[in-house]
Nanobody, 135 residues
Framework: EVQLVESGGGSVQAGGSLRLSCTGS????????VGWYRQAPGNECELVSM???????YYADSVKGRFTISQDHAKNTVYLQMNSLKPEDTAVYYC?????????????????????????????WGQGTQVNVSS
C-alpha cells in the first residue's frame, strides 16, 4: 500500500525552479512531522526541510533562503518550492511523515534504508522523485 506519492521532479537549468508535491491520506499527516529528504549519488541521505507538528519549519543550511516547505491540509499535500536551483541540488527527493520527530538519517545510511526504518516504526515514506539541475 502506497501512502505517500511524490511528484514534480524533473530537469531544469541552474537558477531555475521546481515545486515538489507529496500527497497522502489524511491519516498520514495528522499530528505528524512532515518533511523532505534527498540523496545524490555518493552522498549521504540528507534531511532537507520539515514542518514539525507545532508548525516550526526546519531547513538544511544548504537550502536556506532558496527552498520553502508548505502544507495544504485540505488537500493532504506537502510542497517543497525550490528556487535558485544549483547543480548540487541534483538528487532523488523523498517525502516523509511520522508521528515521532523526524531526524537526520544515520551516518552513511542510504535514504532507502532510512525509509525502511521509518516505515518499520509506523512512519511513512514516498517512492522518491528525481531532480536534475544542469549547469
Amino acid at each position: 500500500e502506497v501512502q505517500l506519492v511524490e511528484s514534480g521532479g524533473g530537469s531544469v537549468q541552474a537558477g531555475g525552479s521546481l515545486r515538489l508535491s507529496c500527497t497522502g491520506s489524511r491519516s498520514t499527516f495528522d499530528n505528524s512531522d512532515v518533511g523532505w529528504y534527498r540523496q545524490a549519488p555518493g552522498n549521504e541521505c540528507e534531511l532537507v526541510s520539515m514542518i514539525r507538528t507545532d508548525g516550526i519549519t526546519y531547513y538544511a543550511d544548504s537550502v536556506k533562503g532558496r527552498f520553502t516547505i508548505s502544507q495544504d491540509h485540505a488537500k493532504n499535500t506537502v510542497y517543497l518550492q525550490m528556487n535558485s536551483l544549483k547543480p548540487e541540488d541534483t538528487a532523488v527527493y523523498y517525502c516523509a511523515a511520522d508521528s515521532s520527530p523526524l531526524t537526520e538519517a544515520r551516518e552513511s545510511e542510504s535514504c532507502t534504508d532510512f525509509g525502511d526504518f521509518l516505515r518499520a516504526d509506523f512512519g511513512y515514506w514516498g517512492q522518491g522523485t528525481q531532480v536534475n539541475v544542469s549547469s
